[in-house]
Structures are given as C-alpha cells and as structure tokens.
C-alpha cells in the first residue's frame, strides 16, 4: 500500500486593517485581482489544501466569495498582532503535517516558489522551510507540525520569528528563482 503524501495546508495572514494603504490589504488588487485571490489562486496551482484565511469581521462579507477556497476565520482580536492569526489558523488545521504561513501582503510570490517549498518539506518533513532569493529569505514558510503547540501555547506578546527561535532550530533554506518573496507591501510607496 503507498504512502500518502504529506499533508500541507496553508493559513493565509489578512486580518490587518491595512492603515498605512488606506485599505485592507486583502482588497488591494494585481490587474483585476485582488491580492487575496493571486494568493489562493497560486496555492491552488500547486494542490495545497486545505487553505484557511484569517481576516477581520469588517472584511467578512466581501471575503464570503472565496469560501469556496479557502475556509474563512475571523480573527476578533487582530489588534493582537500576526501570531494571534496565526494561533487560529494552526489550531483550525492542526491535522496538518506542516503549514504554510502566507502573509497575504506577499502576492507576487509564484506558484512554482509554493511547488519548491511543498517537495522541500515533504523530504524534510520535521524542519522549517524558507525560500531565499539572492542570499535574502522572504516569505511565505513552512512549519512543521511539531511546533503547532508551541505557536498555540505562545504569550500574547511574542511573535513567530521569537517562537521559531526558541527552537534552536536552523531553518532548511530553498533557493528560489522569485523576486516575489521579498515583495512585501506595506505602504503606498511599496506599491508596484
């Protein structure tokens, strides 16, 4: 009897309220998609399932055309910062071998740099996994299921980057061909 291939889900970041742009960042659009939909539609490309979003309540109805892509959790404290979503979105697929964490102001990210990362993590299921481009590690990453309860068990003050660390952990680097990892869209000026 085969195997079955590693499980990888994803938890795509858009509970921000997006100040500094004017708007959600979710809402921001690539031509005539939004980031969220260049997002879920790279995930897709690449068979990473299941997929939860994590957006505010103010962003709900306008997220509902998506539920079909991708299970829709509201974040009510996303004041909290990143790792609150985070939290939400580990313990809604904590079934998973291993997550990645999208955030969703990184839509320039290719499909194929999701394909690299996905057969990265499936020979080294235990590790984090980054892409680097030019010596420079961007996002999205992986995260194994081993660390689920640390993230969920976390203080309401830490961030990712202080969990990952206190791993101890080195993280596997994958070399990828995209400029879009480190495309990260912050403010007006950031915009292409």
């Known amino acids: 009897?085969?195997?079955?291939?590693?499980?990888?889900?994803?938890?795509?970041?858009?509970?921000?309220?997006g100040t500094r742009m004017g708007m959600p960042k979710l809402r921001l659009q690539i031509?005539?998609?939004?980031?969220?939909?260049?997002?879920?539609?790279?995930?897709?490309?690449?068979?990473?399932a299941p997929v939860v979003c994590i957006i505010a309540m103010e962003q709900k109805e306008w997220a509902r055309p998506f539920a079909q892509q991708a299970a829709l959790?509201?974040?009510?404290?996303?004041?909290?910062?990143?790792?609150?979503?985070?939290?939400?979105?580990?313990?809604a697929l904590r079934d998973c071998a291993g997550l990645?964490?999208?955030?969703?102001d990184h839509p320039f990210v290719g499909a194929e740099t999701y394909g690299s990362l996905k057969r990265a993590f499936a020979a080294n299921p235990d590790s984090i996994?980054?892409?680097?481009?030019?010596?420079?590690?961007?996002h999205p990453l992986i995260i194994p299921q081993r660390l689920f309860e640390a993230i969920r068990?976390?203080?309401?003050?830490?961030?990712?980057?202080?969990?990952?660390?206190?791993?101890?952990?080195?993280p596997l680097y994958v070399k990828?061909?995209?400029a879009g990892i480190l495309k990260n869209?912050?403010?007006?000026?950031?915009?292409?």
Request: glycine letters at 8%; aromatic letters at 4%.
């Open 129 to 138: 996994v980054k892409p680097v481009w030019h010596g420079q590690s961007g």
């Open 31 to 48: 031509g005539e998609k939004s980031y969220l939909e260049h997002i879920l539609d790279a995930l897709h490309q690449e068979n990473i």
């Open 153 to 170: 068990l976390s203080a309401a003050d830490t961030t990712l980057r202080q969990v990952l660390r206190q791993t101890d952990e080195r």
């Open 185 to 192: 869209i912050n403010k007006k000026s950031d915009l292409p």
């Open 100 to 104: 990645f964490i999208v955030p969703v």
């Open 73 to 91: 959790v509201v974040n009510p404290r996303p004041r909290e910062g990143m790792l609150s979503s985070i939290r939400l979105g580990v313990t």
């Open 176 to 178: 990828v061909e995209d």
């Open 1 to 17: 009897m085969p195997l079955r291939p590693l499980q990888v889900g994803a938890i795509v970041l858009a509970a921000g309220s």
